[in-house]
């Protein structure tokens, strides 16, 4: 597609459920990445993938979260008991294989999470 | 651990005035910094990416500055329009993988028509 792709757009869920969002980068974007925006907060780094190298999951806040991406393109990111504190805005980025940091970022328009 | 902080957090002006946003950083060892807009309920669109090595970036009435020794940076809007109303974000990237990019929290501008 043109852009990154992200689904739902909305996703409320009750306190205790598990919940997937999907993302879908542009096609050649080995890099993914996915940020959690909170209101009034920065982004907050989550995971990280380049390729078929281990992802970096230093930024998930707890093991209640986890991502896996198949086949080098779309990626889910799986929330299993949500609480409360998980209500955030759930965003992807893709980029080209090229040194982090090197390469803009596009983003998709994210995953408006309500946990109730 | 590296610090981004944009100023003022909001920012209202009549339609066609020329402004500034200010991002600052606190370590000034960076690879480069990206300026982003964030438009209501959509996700962030990379406006200019400056290199270490580079002091400034322009896209149409857009123009970025770096001042790395300073850690500081500019993004200049020319003749505003009620168009560029939105967040604009800065972020850095000091390195070191994923985690290495810093994000700032945005300044919210609004262009009145």
């Known amino acids: 597609g043109a852009g990154v792709s992200q689904s739902p757009s909305n996703k409320v869920t009750e306190k205790g459920k598990d919940v997937e969002l999907r993302c879908d980068p542009i096609?050649?974007?080995?890099?993914l990445y996915w940020y959690r925006q909170s209101l009034g907060q920065g982004l907050e780094f989550l995971i990280y993938?380049?390729?078929?190298?281990?992802?970096?999951k230093s930024g998930l806040p707890s093991d209640r979260f986890s991502a896996e991406r198949t086949g080098g393109s779309v990626s889910t990111l799986t929330i299993q008991r949500t609480q409360q504190e998980d209500s955030a805005v759930y965003l992807c980025?893709?980029?080209?294989?090229?040194?982090?940091?090197?390469?803009?970022?596009?983003f998709g328009n994210g995953t408006r999470l309500t946990v109730t | 651990k590296q610090e981004v902080t944009q100023i003022p957090a909001a920012l209202s002006v009549p339609e066609g005035e020329n402004l500034v946003l200010n991002c600052s950083f606190t370590?000034?060892?960076?690879?480069?910094l990206q300026w982003f807009r964030q438009d209501p309920g959509k996700g962030l669109t990379s406006l200019l990416l400056?290199?270490?090595?580079?002091r400034e970036q322009t896209s149409g009435r857009l123009n970025a500055s770096l001042d790395k020794s300073s850690g500081r940076s500019t993004l200049y809007i020319a003749a505003s329009q009620p168009g560029d109303s939105a967040t604009y974000l800065c972020?850095?990237?000091?390195?070191?993988?994923?985690?290495?990019?810093?994000f700032g929290k945005g300044t919210h501008l609004i262009i009145q028509p």
């Open positions: 980025a893709s980029s080209l294989p090229v040194g982090y940091g090197d390469s803009p970022l596009h």
């Open positions: 096609s050649g974007h080995t890099a």
């Open positions: 993938f380049q390729g078929n190298s281990a992802p970096d």
């Open positions: 400056i290199q270490s090595s580079q």
């Open positions: 370590d000034s060892a960076i690879y480069n």
């Open positions: 972020a850095v990237y000091s390195g070191g993988g994923a985690d290495g990019l810093t």
